[in-house]
C-alpha cells in the first residue's frame, strides 16, 4: 500500500522491474518520461503522457518505464502497488533539467 499527502511529489524515478498500480481512494497523477539518450546526454530523458488515476484505475509498468506521482486535489491518494524483482543496480532518479541520472 502507498499513500501520498496533498502536495508530496516523487523524483523522477524508475523501477527497474515490472509493476502494477491499482488505485484505491484519491486521484494521483503519474507523469511519464522515456529514456532518449545522446552521445552527450547519455541520460537524456523526454515527458511522453500525463495519466491521471481514478479509484479503481489499474496502471501496468514495464521494466524501462520512468516516471514521477502526485497527488490531484487536496485528498490523500492510496494505492496497492506490486513490483517484480528489482535490479537495485539500475535503480535511477532523473533529472530533465540537468539531463542527467544518479542511482536511486
Avoid at 20 to 46: F, H
Avoid at 79 to 95: A, E, H, I, K, P
Wanted: hydrophobic share 35%; proline share 7%; with cysteine.
Amino acid at each position: 500500500m502507498v499513500t501520498w499527502a496533498p502536495k508530496q511529489q516523487s523524483t523522477i524515478h524508475n523501477h527497474a522491474t515490472w509493476g502494477i498500480v491499482a488505485m484505491i481512494g484519491g486521484q494521483e497523477k503519474n507523469t511519464l518520461w522515456q529514456r532518449c539518450p545522446s552521445e552527450q546526454q547519455p541520460d537524456k530523458i523526454q515527458l511522453t503522457e500525463e495519466r491521471v488515476l481514478q479509484p479503481g484505475d489499474i496502471m501496468a509498468f514495464m521494466p524501462g518505464a520512468i516516471h514521477c506521482v502526485e497527488p490531484v486535489g487536496d485528498e490523500m491518494t492510496v494505492s496497492f502497488n506490486l513490483y517484480g524483482v528489482t535490479d537495485y543496480s539500475q535503480r535511477y532518479q532523473f533529472d530533465p533539467l540537468t539531463q542527467t541520472a544518479k542511482k536511486f
